[in-house]
């Protein structure tokens, strides 16, 4: 799978926003990954977003996922390293891009 061209854009991005990210939700430590889950396309429809929390914030989670969108202007995927399915996780934790 092809990765997202513009990962330096990305990366820059989330570095930027880390410490509202954490200010705001308690984010430590944010990440990103491709989607394992779908290997016939080229590029991600959405960028998945890993993110490490001091704590657990409820539904806030969701105003973090709607915040991050419109920082970034582009769809996201959200998920704690305990809510990917265990499928996958061995996967997915060994290709994350921790910033």
Not at 6 to 32: A, C, M, T
Not at 40 to 50: D, T
Not at 80 to 90: A, D, E, Q, V
Request: aromatic content about 14%; glycine content about 4%; proline content about 3%.
């Amino acid at each position: 799978m092809k990765k997202i061209s513009n990962n330096f854009q990305l990366e820059h991005d989330l570095v930027r926003l880390s410490h509202d990210l954490n200010f705001k939700y308690g984010v430590r430590k944010i990440g990103y990954f491709y989607d394992y889950t779908n290997t016939n396309s080229l590029k991600p429809a959405e960028v998945n977003i890993i993110v490490e929390l001091e704590k657990p914030m409820g539904w806030k989670f969701f105003e973090m996922k709607e915040f991050l969108e419109k920082k970034l202007f582009r769809r996201i995927d959200i998920v704690t390293p305990n809510g990917i399915k265990i499928l996958f996780k061995s996967e997915v934790m060994h290709s994350v891009k921790w910033l």
